[in-house]
């Protein structure tokens, strides 16, 4: 199966890595007119078109001003170990086993606002661009117009390499959308978390996007390829509920004490 997660705001240029492979990005003269676009905007016109702070503004021009799509490992880093954010703490890359992340390179898919599709081990330079920016380009007027159907078709040649029948879609709502659903030559699976809230469960956000990393952790662990061992996840407490699942939403509940 592949398995489809979102980026991560927060990114992380300093830890030693743990490998030295690595591969590039098969999207990159896509990601280069998008990084063309950006750097003729000013400090100010990035934080106003993200809703950012000026510092985190000003650290961005910075970095589409040197950005260059010429990668190794001194300017670039592998995307698994770049992004830093809650579904890549569920993930924990850095204590995945060399087989486990060759099948993650197989099998895992990052979304990209600027590369559009990364394969775990695609070197990747800093940025901040989210799916969601309304960033006029020549394709239309945001990140959704620009890429278009060239993610799915990506996905697809995934699909296609991996005889794979299923998607297991870990990403946010916003990334998602990305995928043109009704092109994708797969079934598309989307799992849930929720947690015990106030006499019911609810999806809570944070735990909702580290329990994302930690089914993808279990995927590749496990190396599952029938959708119905999913039901076996049980990382953290989650355990699947059969009451709110259907057979694409697959439902995973705990109460926490």
């Known amino acids: 199966m592949i398995?489809?997660?979102s980026?991560?705001?927060n990114l992380d240029y300093e830890t030693p890595l743990p490998t030295n492979k690595y591969s590039q990005p098969e999207l990159l003269e896509e990601s280069k007119i998008l990084a063309d676009i950006c750097k003729t905007l000013t400090p100010l016109d990035l934080s106003n078109l993200m809703k950012i702070s000026d510092k985190l503004a000003g650290l961005n021009a910075a970095r589409f001003t040197e950005w260059q799509p010429n990668f190794n490992l001194e300017n670039a880093r592998q995307a698994i170990y770049a992004f830093n954010g809650d579904v890549y703490t569920g993930l924990d890359a850095y204590t995945l086993s060399d087989r486990d992340?060759?099948?993650a390179q197989n099998n895992l898919r990052i979304l990209s606002g600027l590369y559009g599709l990364l394969k775990?081990?695609?070197l990747m330079q800093a940025y901040r661009l989210e799916m969601g920016t309304k960033l006029e380009n020549p394709r239309?007027?945001?990140l959704y117009d620009f890429w278009g159907d060239i993610i799915t078709q990506e996905l697809n040649k995934s699909i296609a390499s991996q005889q794979s029948n299923t998607l297991i879609n870990l990403a946010s709502n916003e990334y998602f959308k990305s995928v043109k659903k009704n092109s994708l030559s797969a079934s598309i699976v989307t799992p849930e978390f929720r947690d015990w809230k106030n006499g019911q469960?609810?999806?809570?956000s944070f735990f909702a996007k580290k329990a994302r990393g930690l089914m993808a952790r279990f995927i590749i662990q496990n190396k599952i390829s029938n959708v119905a061992d999913l039901k076996?996840?049980?990382?953290?407490?989650?355990t699947f509920n059969p009451a709110l699942?259907?057979?694409d939403k697959p439902v995973f509940t705990r109460k926490l004490d």
């Open 3 to 5: 398995i489809v997660v």
């Open 7 to 9: 980026p991560a705001k």
């Open 101 to 103: 992340i060759d099948y």
């Open 120 to 122: 775990p081990l695609d």
């Open 140 to 142: 239309g007027k945001n």
């Open 201 to 204: 469960f609810k999806m809570i």
């Open 232 to 238: 076996l996840f049980d990382a953290e407490g989650y």
């Open 245 to 247: 699942s259907t057979a």
